[in-house]
């Protein structure tokens, strides 16, 4: 019995231990998180807490890349924030515009969305982790993160968990804050441009890619496409203006023209919501020098586009 008694003694310090550890470690971890000024996690902050601009581009890296605020800015009238995030999809822009529009209305949203994002596969919610750090003060978000697995609301009893996988890029961003880029209202152009030899080689490797994909034309990921569905209609539930854009592709052939036919039948469903496709305007496939890699306009190209896309939203 005593040796019951020493064990279970031990077991609860060892409890009280760990869950020390963890509050302390969460508390240290937050306030690290939190204070950056910088990078890819202040930008989600922003976006979150922030932001009250009157036009938000959604979308992924193409649209930190493809959308300069300061041109739509000027064009438009109107005060705008690329609201954007490296490697994101459909869920992701959901779960992100949930929280902005419990917070205030824009007066006009610009989605920038691929084909790509409607093919079947899991890793579009795996990246949702971005948004653990944000649970605690919107619970809207559990429902978003628990898509990557049923365990995360259990998950985040610990208060280390939400900042797993941000630790070393929130270290990097916060030791090194010099270092990183000014995004201008969450844009970041590429300067760099794609040349001639590596875009005749790229175009090669697409006919191929472009074969598979048609393999998988009729597969869809019916969870992002309602999601997809649950962003236009929240919009539209709100009056905002919104229009879903394709922006520019190097090659013609990039996207899979049965998901790109997809893609604009959704649309359709909501009669408020303009679609543009400008993956087969000839002002931009093919023209290398616009572009800094296969998947992303350089600053020449963003800005030419920017530009276009005001005129054509004007007019």
Do not use: C
């Not at 240290?28 to 601009?53: A, P």
């Amino acid at each position: 019995m005593n040796g019951f008694l020493r064990f279970a003694k031990r077991l609860l310090i060892f409890i009280l231990l760990v869950v020390a550890v963890d509050r302390i470690g969460g508390f240290v971890l937050k306030k690290l998180y939190f204070s950056q000024e910088k990078g890819q996690f202040s930008q989600i902050t922003y976006s979150l807490d922030s932001t009250t601009h009157d036009v938000l581009v959604f979308g992924s890296s193409r649209a930190i890349r493809h959308y300069s605020p300061a041109i739509l800015s000027e064009k438009l009238k109107k005060s705008v924030y690329n609201v954007g995030m490296d490697g994101q999809m459909i869920p992701y822009y959901a779960a992100l515009q949930e929280v902005i529009l419990n917070r205030y209305t824009p007066k006009m949203i610009i989605l920038d969305v691929t084909p790509w994002e409607l093919n079947a596969g899991e890793a579009k919610y795996h990246k949702l982790s971005a948004l653990l750090p944000y649970v605690d003060e919107h619970p809207e978000l559990l429902k978003y993160v628990s898509y990557s697995s049923d365990l995360e609301p259990v998950k985040l009893y610990s208060h280390i968990y939400p900042y797993n996988s941000s630790l070393f890029i929130g270290l990097y961003n916060f030791l090194l804050k010099n270092k990183l880029p000014d995004y201008a209202n969450g844009y970041l152009p590429l300067e760099r441009s794609m040349g001639e030899k590596g875009f005749k080689i790229q175009k090669a490797n697409a006919v191929h890619e472009a074969a598979a994909e048609e393999k998988q034309k009729d597969i869809y990921d019916e969870k992002a496409i309602a999601l997809l569905r649950q962003f236009l209609r929240k919009a539209e539930e709100k009056n905002i203006k919104t229009l879903v854009v394709v922006s520019p592709v190097i090659f013609s052939n990039s996207f899979n023209s049965t998901k790109l036919q997809k893609l604009r039948d959704i649309v359709a469903d909501y009669p408020a919501v303009k679609f543009y496709d400008y993956s087969q305007d000839t002002n931009y496939t093919d023209k290398f020098q616009l572009y800094a890699d296969i998947f992303h306009l350089n600053k020449k190209g963003a800005e030419r586009y920017s530009s276009e896309l005001a005129h054509d939203i004007v007019n």
